[in-house]
């Protein structure tokens, strides 16, 4: 029993010690109650126009009530129309609030440090946490886009178009030239591409191309007369003017037969001679076959330059 009240009797006073040194104490010399970290940035690297997220912990300390915290952020080096940071302007810990950073087409490449400060009652100085961020170098490049087809289904022999877009990505200007590079499957007559006009010009806008698909349809039949038809009218505009010459009188209907018989003659010997065979003859076109046909969409600048998206592709129904 008397061991247990001296042990109590220097124990007391060790926990006001301990309590002394770990709240106390950081108060009165204006340390903080807090601690402050900052995640890497997602993604690390971006290209201009591209944003970055990081996670800030704000955590009490041996679970001691902090009360709120004031959280800042600051990027350097400063830069006309460079990187740009926010996040919640004060939070209560234990808490996790997002840290945003934002860049334009124009921000300029190089390494930036995001530094993250935060501040309580307690504090005279801020803690800080300090994130890393880099802005590439972009290359100019362009990419090609299209639309669906009007309409996505036709008969043989009719058309339907699309829109082709060429876009500028950092800053690329130049003429971009369309066409269907491959056609799927393959038949004949197979449907056509065209495209107006063929070649855009590509600036600080998306410039834009119609795209027109034809087919083939069935031709109308075509029927070739034989020549005996035409022959054997050849006589009977002769036969009228003679019969028109013999009608007055009736004794002269034996002359009339017989020149009619004459003229029979006469013809048949005609297409004997010149007309060869007597038979019709018919002729037709074959049309684009019914199927779903897949186009290849490619383009190509002025340097050879292929799309950074590479090739597009667009069906169309022939039913």
């Known amino acids: 029993m008397l061991n247990s009240r001296r042990v109590a009797r220097h124990l007391i006073p060790a926990l006001f010690l301990v309590i002394a040194v770990v709240v106390v104490l950081p108060r009165a010399y204006g340390q903080a109650d807090f601690t402050l970290a900052a995640s890497a940035p997602y993604p690390s690297a971006v290209d201009p126009g591209g944003s970055s997220i990081s996670t800030i912990t704000v955590n009490t300390i041996n679970h001691v009530s902090a009360g709120s915290v004031a959280l800042s952020c600051m990027v350097a080096p400063v830069q006309t129309n460079g990187v740009t ?41 801020p803690l800080t946490a300090t994130v890393n961020f880099s802005v590439l170098v972009a290359t100019p490049a362009y990419t090609v886009s299209d639309t669906t087809p ?59 191309s119609t795209l027109t698909i034809s087919t083939t349809g069935p031709s109308a039949t075509r029927l070739h007369r034989s020549a005996i038809f035409y022959a054997l009218w050849l006589p009977l505009p002769a036969l009228a003017l003679i019969g028109a010459g013999l009608s007055t009188t009736i004794r002269l209907w034996k002359r009339l037969l017989g020149w009619l018989l004459l003229g029979l003659i006469v013809s048949g010997i005609m297409v004997t001679i010149g007309c060869g065979s007597s038979t019709s003859t018919s002729s037709s076109v074959t049309s684009t076959p019914k199927n779903t046909y897949t186009f290849t969409i490619s383009a190509i600048d002025q340097n050879k330059v292929a799309p950074s998206n590479g090739t597009q592709s667009i069906s169309l129904t022939v039913n």
């Not at 950073?101 to 190089?110: A, D, K, R």
């Open 85 to 125: 940071c926010s996040l919640l302007s004060s939070v209560t810990p234990p808490a996790s609030p997002t840290l945003t950073i934002t860049t334009t087409g124009l921000t300029p490449p190089t390494l930036y440090t995001i530094t993250v400060a935060g501040t309580d009652a307690s504090t005279t100085m």
């Open 150 to 208: 009007s309409p996505s289904s036709v008969h043989a022999g009719s058309a339907a178009t699309a829109t082709v877009t060429a876009t500028p990505v950092s800053g690329y200007s130049g003429t971009v030239t369309f066409s269907c590079s491959a056609i799927s499957p393959t038949v004949t007559p197979a449907p056509v591409c065209s495209f107006s006009p063929a070649t855009t010009t590509v600036t600080n806008a998306a410039a834009s």
